[in-house]
């Protein structure tokens, strides 16, 4: 198992490494110069020596190796660089931007797991095969569905039709409604569509039909028997949709104009602010990897037959 662990741990920490490489030569090949967007004003009245004072004085003037370098030492210190546009370390920025961002992919995936257990165990002990089928369908039609499009849709029904929830000045709860259906539709499909699989799997095992034999009922075979080995592989898929649900807040965000890394994503974009670009990417792939990471090391726990086969691997490795 320690070997299983650490090579995880490997694996995680290779990938955090790719993704900041990749980010920093996308991110210095884009077109635009943060400094000159800030400084060239006409109307800060700055001397081209002055700004190519301050271009020094941000570690812009070095070459690209030595520039990755550096940002790389100061990323593994914790320093995330500072924000040419705010004029503030980047550290200050996610540390009031982060929070709203992961309480609404928290209360997304939340309400998403929600909708596929009720749509996944509805339709399993549903009777009708017209409405059995009707469920199942659901997650193609949700799957199907932009983000954008969606939260726009929810805006001008719920908000401009029937004026229940407000656009401007919404209180602090009721101003997540909108956005959080608008994150959990689309997340709950795949989820809703392994749990339905998996669970028709499982009911095709022995051990259903000998509990079924011993006078079980339908319903109860199925939350006692097939509900856990059916859970298994949707919390891989689980894992992977939870690290997404980072990139998909942001558009949300956008579309509703909620304060968060969406917002901070915009104006860096637009600003050519490279460090808060480059700790937004990185943080991200940080949570996707965590939350993935995560659900590895708790997939043994919850297989016994995955434990004894990462047991069996690492033996046949050191022997």
């Known amino acids: 198992m320690n070997r299983y662990v650490s090579g995880r741990f490997g694996q995680?920490?290779?990938?955090?490494?790719?993704?900041?490489?990749?980010?920093?030569?996308?991110?210095?090949?884009?077109?635009?110069d943060a400094i000159l967007i800030k400084f060239q004003n006409p109307d800060m009245g700055l001397s081209p020596a002055q700004i190519a004072d301050m271009r020094a004085a941000y570690g812009a003037d070095v070459p690209?190796?030595?520039q990755y370098l550096h940002t790389l030492g100061n990323f593994l210190r914790g320093d995330l660089g500072y924000s040419i546009q705010a004029g503030v370390p980047v550290t200050e920025l996610l540390s009031s931007n982060f929070p709203p961002t992961l309480r609404l992919a928290l209360m997304g995936f939340a309400l998403a797991a929600v909708v596929a257990f009720v749509l996944?165990?509805?339709?399993?002990?549903?009777?009708?095969?017209?409405?059995?089928?009707?469920?199942?369908?659901?997650?193609?039609?949700?799957i199907s569905i932009p983000t954008f499009w969606l939260g726009i849709a929810l805006i001008q029904f719920f908000s401009f039709h029937l004026r229940w929830i407000p656009v401007i000045n919404p209180g602090e709860w009721v101003?997540?409604?909108?956005?959080?259906?608008?994150?959990?539709?689309?997340?709950?499909?795949p989820l809703a569509q392994i749990l339905i699989r998996s669970i028709d799997q499982v009911q095709t095992q022995p051990f259903v039909a000998v509990a079924r034999a011993k006078g079980a009922s339908r319903s109860g075979v199925l939350w006692r028997h097939v509900a856990r080995n059916a859970l298994l592989p949707?919390?891989?898929i689980a894992g992977l949709l939870f690290g997404e649900l980072i990139a998909g807040a942001l558009i949300t965000e956008t579309v509703f104009g909620l304060n968060g890394l969406g917002q901070l994503t915009q104006q860096a974009v637009n600003n050519?602010?490279?460090?808060?670009?480059?700790?937004?990417?990185?943080?991200?792939?940080?949570?996707?990897?965590?939350i993935n990471l995560l659900v590895d090391l708790l997939y043994p726990l919850l297989d016994p037959r995955l434990k004894a086969n990462a047991s069996k691997n690492s033996k046949g490795a050191t022997a």
Request: hydrophobic share 65%; glycine share 4%.
């Open 12 to 32: 995680a920490l290779l990938v955090l490494w790719a993704a900041f490489t990749v980010s920093f030569i996308l991110l210095q090949v884009l077109p635009g």
């Open 64 to 66: 690209l190796v030595q």
């Open 120 to 142: 996944a165990f509805t339709s399993s002990l549903l009777h009708f095969g017209w409405l059995k089928n009707l469920l199942q369908s659901v997650p193609s039609l949700f």
């Open 175 to 189: 101003g997540l409604i909108l956005p959080v259906v608008t994150l959990a539709v689309p997340i709950s499909a």
């Open 234 to 236: 949707v919390l891989t």
């Open 272 to 290: 050519q602010d490279v460090a808060v670009l480059q700790a937004i990417v990185v943080i991200s792939a940080a949570a996707f990897v965590g």
